[in-house]
């Protein structure tokens, strides 16, 4: 069994010891790829590039997107019922 999460329906994620609350339908998965310019430095194509996941939130009263490794997101909270 697993557990569906609908990415869109993520409205908390707990990273470290913080809860962060998601913007709506920002939350996001993907490589990470590190770019210069428009060039990449570091793409999901290469060995030992990890997925990650990013999201629209609030820190310090401004909004920013917050990036984190997958292996950081201890819990998330979501607005509908998960199958």
Do not use: H
């Not at 990036?67 to 201890?74: D, E, G, I, K, R």
Request: with cysteine; glycine share 6%; net charge negative.
């Amino acid at each position: 069994m697993s557990f569906w999460i609908d990415v869109d329906e993520i409205t908390k994620v707990k990273i470290a010891e913080s809860w962060y609350t998601v913007k709506e339908k920002s939350f996001d998965i993907d490589a990470y790829e590190f770019i210069l310019g428009g060039d990449p430095l570091y793409s999901g194509e290469q060995q030992g590039c990890s997925s990650g996941c990013a999201f629209i939130t609030v820190v310090d009263d401004k909004e920013v997107r917050l990036f984190a490794p997958m292996t950081s997101v201890m819990a998330v909270t979501a607005s509908k019922k998960v199958n």
